[in-house]
């Protein structure tokens, strides 16, 4: 039940859902007074959600920063938060926008960093169907001549609070020693820190796919641009999340 709500709850926390709404308010209203109030509204958060400075100046409170790492062979395992892969058009497994999660996590085991690599993440859809993201990336990684004994698949999570719970259990299994290496998206680190801590599994943040630039003052950073919505809308839905999550 609360993977179904956490993922209706979606719709109605989306910087344009609320755009839109005060949007269509001013269009409906009868009051003068009213329907002015809702178009300023709506204009003031259009221009909030689509500009870069503000956005970059969140992110740099928000985003984890990463814990230097000890030598060579000093971590037993990544921890590698699925997110990154999914079915293309024709039903075929894909990399996505944040692919940068994989790439990570190969190189700290292609280094030495760690031992092992802990792939985990299942189907998160609503009607999920055949795909379970894992175990197509365990394809990709031996494919990549990855040995097999350094590969572990966790493809039952829906969510980070799953992929905590399911993780440490295998972890548990294969007698592998904390700290764990936690790689997932710089927006998706806190969340995944608080998530993991509750479930006393021992990791150290190392994120990745940072999505925003430097937040300089640059005249460029202060011309609105809609893909910051789009960004907008991914820290929205890990600041409720924390929220929520730290009530459980």
């Known amino acids: 039940m609360y993977f179904i709500f ?14 839109l709404v005060f949007l269509i308010a001013a269009l409906m209203v009868k009051k003068t007074k009213q329907k002015r109030q809702s178009l300023i509204i709506s204009i003031v958060l259009l221009l909030l959600f689509t500009n870069p400075f503000i956005l970059d100046q969140y992110a740099k409170y928000w985003d984890i920063k990463p ?12 921890i590698v938060l699925g997110g990154f892969a999914g079915e293309d058009a024709k039903g075929n497994g894909a990399f996505n926008g944040a692919a940068d999660r994989f790439i990570q996590g190969l190189k700290l085991l292609a280094t030495g960093k760690v031992s092992h690599i802990l792939i985990s993440g299942g189907n998160g859809s609503l009607i999920p169907d055949h795909f379970e993201e894992s175990d197509w990336v365990k394809t990709q990684l031996l494919q990549l001549k990855v040995p097999d004994s ?31 290496i936690l ?66």
């Open 150 to 180: 350094c590969i572990l698949i966790e493809n039952r999570s829906r969510n980070t609070i799953e992929n905590a719970a399911f993780s440490k259990a295998i972890l548990i299994k294969k007698g592998l020693q904390p700290p764990y």
């Open 6 to 19: 956490s993922k209706l709850l979606l719709i109605f926390i989306l910087p344009l859902t609320w755009i």
């Open 183 to 248: 790689v997932t998206s710089a927006f998706h680190m806190r969340r995944s820190l608080m998530i993991f801590k509750k479930e006393k599994v021992d990791v150290l943040p190392y994120p990745c796919n940072y999505i925003v630039g430097k937040g300089d003052f640059s005249p460029g950073e202060f011309i609105p641009d809609s893909q910051v919505m789009t960004a907008w809308s991914i820290y929205t839905k890990e600041l409720v999340g924390t929220a929520v999550n730290s009530f459980k």
């Open 67 to 78: 814990v230097p790492l000890k030598n060579k062979g000093s971590y037993s395992c990544a």
